[in-house]
């Protein structure tokens, strides 16, 4: 296993992030399933869990806090908070009113006095960045956190809560978790060239994109993998967007073939060798999954490899755009960009 520092925290985090967004009802993994993938993933020198209090309403916070259980001091323990939790319209967002309670609700599911990297799901536009970055900052001197993140910020929104901490006089994001992957690189464009001119961590998820890079899908194969049942029109090749990650993927996999490689070990390796990348984030639903992903954590892909890569997915390119998370809110509500 590969280690990294976490932005400029100091911080070392394993390369392979353990994500626990399949424990409980959305990957349907048990509580003993959850618990060995943790215990094998540790194992392998995995230290930096990764989990939301969305993941189940709850479910995924709670197995994760049963699973780590006796050894919490040698995990870098990650959550978010912002999506909804429950029908009350309070019940998500930035405010401060929702991050103190939003916390401790995740404190008493994890198990735990503190979380080691508390992050902002999704920004939340109807929230100024003094007010959420305000409530942080007190609950990282409260001692519940220790360092706080955005998760899938557009550029100029890391930019703007950069300076919203610097003018207000408080603790900063030290950390961004974006979409990345061979098939979704826009980020290159923009994202990472602003963690790195202001020394954020970055925590990949979806490096195996929703499982088109798992070797599972290829052409004249049923795609009946977990995701395609939960989201089918991402797997639905009557469309422009999925015909071309298909194609895409019929290619990267005679370059994995030439090179010895799997699939996996391509693209977590690709993720991974970005300079700006600190942890790719994988998601097992199962122990196998977590094996075969973990056959990736020492994989250094050759400057022959990525160019093949690049020759493929152009840097700085989204094969499926639309699926984008980070998408200015006036793009979407065309009644925030009328008079």
Known sequence: MQYRTLGRTGVHVSSLALGAMNFGAIG????????????????????????????????????VGKAIAGRRDDIVLATKAGMPMGDERNHQGGSRRW????????LR????????????????????????????????????????????????????????????????????????????????????PVTEQY???????SPLASGWLSGAIREGRDITTHRSTILPQRFDLSLPANRARLDAVERLAKVADEAGLTMIQLALGFVTAHPAVTSAIIGPRTLDHLRAQLAAADTVLSADVL??????????????????FDTPPALLDPSLRRR
Do not use: C
């Open 307 to 324: 160019d093949a890569v690049d020759a493929i997915v152009a840097p700085g390119v989204d094969l499926a755009a639309h699926e984008k």
């Open 109 to 192: 599911r994890l198990g735990v006095d503190h979380v080691d990297l508390y992050q902002i799901h999704r920004w939340d536009p109807s929230t100024g960045d003094e007010e959420t970055l305000s409530a942080l900052t007190d609950l990282q001197r409260a001692g519940k956190i220790r360092y706080f993140g955005s998760s899938t910020f557009p550029a100029y929104r890391i930019v703007q809560a950069q300076w919203a901490a610097q003018s207000h006089h408080l603790s900063r994001y030290v950390t961004e978790q974006p979409s990345y992957s061979i098939l979704q690189r826009g980020i290159e464009a923009h994202v990472l």
């Open 28 to 63: 349907r993994t048990t509580q003993d399933e959850a618990t060995a993938i943790v215990d094998a993933a540790l194992e392998a020198g995995v230290n930096l869990i990764d989990t939301a209090d969305m993941y189940g309403q709850g479910d995924s916070e709670e197995m």
């Open 99 to 106: 991050l103190l309670t939003a916390l401790d609700d995740s």
């Open 199 to 205: 020394g954020l961590g970055v925590l990949a998820w």
